[in-house]
């Protein structure tokens, strides 16, 4: 049968801008796997996509007017159910063909087989392939039914008395298969092939489509659209750069601006826009937000990447006067301006410290106490954290930059624009007279806001946006607001990545578990004084001393410690995974959970590296041995070997290469290079391989076994130190 392309649109009020683009690519690609399904377009078929603010359309090429016929073979029922004895059909087999369309004269031909242990009948039909307008039927439902809108609509058709849902309502449905209409209907629309084109530019309205074929040029010429989302898209990338080099300044990229102008107009039209330059003394940051969020233009920079006081537009009309629609858009921009400059000014009036006594009318969470409250908890944190980094002078400066943060929230110009929390403070506290270091933190103490994104500047940044997300991660955890399957809704995994990202990529020397310990004790504590930071800065001097976690101080006990930290384990875990590591690379280093996350790129650069010796397969598979006997063991092991038991000459001989080892790793350990201390590990594949061939470890005498046991410990000790070697088996 002659395949004909296809043509497919829905004629709608204004759809949603940022949603216009997944709109256009789903309906597209629902459309064609029904139809596919249904054996309605071959495999190859090219598949077009449309979409405009007013319009849904997908254009496929090879479609058939009917599928081909299937061969089917069908399970009736046992053959001692369908026949008789004489081999005559049963009332329940008539019963069973007739439900089939078929009848008694094609019990001859019925095929008997054995399914499981029954003999089988089955019959074999030709089912007709199905037409093209009750397959485009059920594709269009299929595809309608599962566009991905947020929120539908309910409206009222025509006759007044039935509603139906949807994104927009709709009105209009074209449907040509070549230069046929195929007879659909949804939404309570027939289709037809008549399309609408500009509201005011078009040449003929409507547009009566000749075939598939001349949709697009059809729209373009006669109805002044351009239908095409990736062409309108291109179009305006083309005549705002124009338009920007005749200006002699510059663009910024905004994919995410770019795609939701192409979803508000048809035909565009790029224009430039002035306002005046007193308004370039509000931060940029303001007016470009303003310009982009609020009004939908492209801001302008110098050669010195300062924003000048131009702006693009896109119109949707293409008047020869375009003097009215630039003077209408500056008069618009001109007031939201305004705005942001009086915000401004009258911010400064007050000063950020003169605000943050504010901050305890602002409820922060209803289990976790107020903003003012929730600062206390992190000034604390902070200056723990300026103190373990840089002492008493960077955790002054931790305090008090973090005792600022969040008072610009009650600013104006963060309530008009929320997403300048962090900017407007950074501004505000230079204006107080802080110095830049602080400014900067304030201002930084959000970051990373998403992936990618760039860190603190400086260390008095990191302490206080390490004190801000763990607060929250332990504040969130202690009143068990744990995210759970794709729900996330205070975004932990992005703070606790954030954590991850500052404390590797800063190489911060601080052990992730007395640091969670430290500000669960925060959290738990209701009165935060200076007693009681000094207390724990002594303990966290102690720790110091005493090695660490880890190395003989204090573990993780607490409940919500261990919840938290295998939960930031798990984001750790996935983001290296992310990064290229594999599976069990990121096992064997984090199987150790080393506390010091700084480390981790190091230990993970020395697996990789020993996993290219020719030794590593047998030494991870010995280790697992080794391990997995260790297990076994119900009794203490002793740490010391005592070399007056060892009988055998391979005990000797493992212990001497051990006793090797040790000293060599050891000494490369202590000095951080992890890549040789595993390395030297070489050493041990013929000593260990020779001690499983010719010693029993578990002996029936009890002071040799627990002997052997206790230099397997030692071993297995010593292989381990940078990461769990026998996680690299297979």
């Known amino acids: 049968m002659t395949a004909k392309n296809l043509l497919v649109e829905l004629l709608v009020e204004e759809l949603p801008p940022k949603s216009l683009k997944q709109l256009g690519n789903s309906f597209a690609e629902l459309l064609?796997?029904?139809?596919?399904?249904?054996?309605?377009?071959?495999?190859?078929?090219?598949?077009?996509?449309?979409?405009?603010?007013?319009?849904?359309?997908?254009?496929?090429?090879?479609?058939?007017?009917?599928?081909?016929?299937?061969?089917?073979?069908?399970?009736?029922?046992?053959?001692?159910?369908?026949?008789?004895?004489?081999?005559?059909?049963?009332?329940?087999?008539l019963k069973k063909l007739a439900g089939l369309g078929a009848d008694a004269s094609v019990v001859p031909t019925l095929k008997k087989k054995i399914d499981g242990k029954a003999e089988v009948l089955f019959l074999d039909s030709i089912v007709p392939g199905i037409e093209l307008a009750n397959g485009l039927q059920t594709a269009l439902d299929e595809a309608i039914g599962k566009l991905p809108i947020p929120k539908v609509m309910t409206y009222q058709l025509a006759d007044g008395w039935q509603s139906v849902n949807f994104v927009r309502p709709a009105h209009g449905l074209v449907a040509l298969h070549g230069t046929e209409i195929v007879a659909v209907n949804s939404l309570g629309l027939i289709a037809g092939r008549e399309t609408q084109g500009h509201r005011f530019e078009a040449s003929v309205n409507p547009v009566q489509l000749k075939d598939a074929d001349s949709y697009a040029q059809q729209l373009a010429t006669?109805?002044?659209?351009?239908?095409?989302?990736a062409a309108r898209r291109a179009e305006i990338n083309d005549q705002i750069t124009t338009a920007a080099k005749k200006e002699n300044l510059t663009l910024i990229e905004d994919d995410n601006l770019l795609d939701e102008v192409t979803a508000l107009v048809e035909h565009p039209n790029v224009l430039v826009g002035t306002f005046e330059s007193e308004f370039l003394d509000v931060p940029h940051e303001c007016l470009i937000l303003t310009m982009k969020a609020n009004q939908k233009y492209f801001p302008l920079f110098d050669a010195q990447e300062k924003l000048a006081n131009k702006f693009l537009l896109v119109s949707n009309i293409r008047p020869?006067?375009?003097?009215?629609?630039?003077?209408?858009?500056?008069?618009?921009?001109?007031?939201?301006?305004?705005?942001?400059?009086?915000?401004?000014d009258q911010d400064r009036k007050k000063t950020l410290a003169s605000r943050v006594s504010d901050l305890d009318k602002v409820v922060y969470h209803n289990k976790l106490g107020t903003q003012g409250e929730r600062i206390q908890r992190v000034c604390a944190i902070a200056q723990l954290i300026g103190l373990q980094l840089g002492g008493e002078i960077l955790a002054k400066e931790a305090y008090a930059a973090a005792n600022l943060?969040?008072?610009?929230?009650?600013?104006?110009?963060?309530?008009?624009?929320?997403?300048?929390?962090?900017?407007?403070?950074?501004?505000?506290?230079?204006?107080?007279?802080?110095?830049?270091?602080?400014?900067?933190?304030?201002?930084?103490?959000?970051?990373?806001?998403?992936?990618?994104?760039?860190?603190?500047?400086?260390?008095?940044?990191?302490?206080?946006?390490?004190?801000?997300?763990?607060?929250?991660?332990?504040?969130?955890?202690?009143?068990?607001?744990?995210?759970?399957?794709?729900?996330?809704?205070?975004?932990?995994?992005?703070?606790?990545?954030?954590?991850?990202?500052?404390?590797?990529?800063?190489?911060?020397?601080?052990?992730?578990?007395?640091?969670?310990?430290?500000?669960?004790?925060?959290?738990?504590?209701?009165?935060?004084?200076?007693?009681?930071?000094?207390r724990m800065s002594d303990e966290i001097k102690r720790s110091e001393k005493s090695g660490g976690v880890g190395h003989g101080s204090r573990q993780v006990a607490d409940e919500v410690s261990e919840q938290l930290f295998a939960f930031i384990f798990e984001r750790l875990a996935g983001n290296l995974r992310d990064q290229g590591y594999s599976p069990q690379e990121v096992d064997a280093v984090l199987s150790l959970r080393p506390q010091n996350l700084s480390e981790i790129p190091k230990r993970l650069a020395a697996v990789r590296a020993f996993t290219d010796l020719p030794e590593a397969i047998s030494l991870a598979a010995a280790n697992k041995r080794v391990g997995n006997i260790l297990k076994k063991v119900n009794t203490d092991i002793s740490n010391k070997v005592s070399v007056n038991l060892l009988q055998e000459p391979a005990e000797h001989a493992l212990l001497q290469a051990l006793d090797s080892v040790y000293s060599q790793a050891d000494k490369t350990f202590s000095a951080g290079d992890y890549t040789e201390s595993l390395q030297i590990l070489a050493a041990l594949k013929s000593p260990i391989d020779t001690f499983f061939d010719n010693v029993m470890v578990n002996a029936e005498d009890t002071s040799l076994r627990n002997n052997r046991l206790a230099l397997l410990a030692q071993l297995h000790q010593t292989m381990n130190r940078v990461a769990d070697i026998s996680k690299l088996a297979t």
């Not at 069908?74 to 049963?90: C, E, F, I, R, S």
Request: hydrophobic share 40%.
């Open 32 to 93: 064609t796997a029904s139809l596919k399904a249904q054996d309605l377009v071959t495999q190859n078929t090219e598949v077009t996509s449309y979409a405009s603010p007013r319009r849904l359309a997908v254009h496929l090429t090879h479609v058939v007017a009917q599928a081909a016929n299937k061969s089917v073979t069908q399970k009736l029922m046992p053959v001692n159910v369908g026949l008789d004895n004489n081999g005559h059909a049963t009332p329940p087999l």
């Open 222 to 229: 006669e109805g002044a659209v351009i239908a095409s989302f």
């Open 320 to 344: 020869i006067d375009t003097s009215h629609v630039v003077h209408g858009n500056e008069r618009v921009i001109r007031s939201r301006l305004a705005d942001a400059k009086f915000f401004y």
């Open 405 to 534: 943060a969040k008072a610009d929230l009650l600013t104006e110009m963060v309530g008009e624009f929320p997403e300048l929390q962090g900017t407007m403070g950074h501004y505000y506290a230079l204006h107080d007279g802080h110095s830049e270091t602080i400014a900067h933190a304030i201002e930084d103490h959000y970051k990373p806001r998403f992936a990618g994104d760039t860190l603190p500047r400086n260390r008095v940044g990191i302490c206080v946006a390490l004190a801000d997300k763990l607060e929250t991660l332990a504040g969130l955890f202690s009143i068990k607001q744990i995210p759970t399957g794709d729900k996330d809704p205070f975004a932990l995994r992005r703070h606790a990545l954030g954590v991850i990202r500052m404390l590797i990529e800063k190489e911060l020397p601080l052990k992730l578990n007395e640091l969670i310990q430290q500000v669960i004790e925060i959290i738990k504590d209701k009165e935060i004084s200076e007693q009681w930071v000094k």
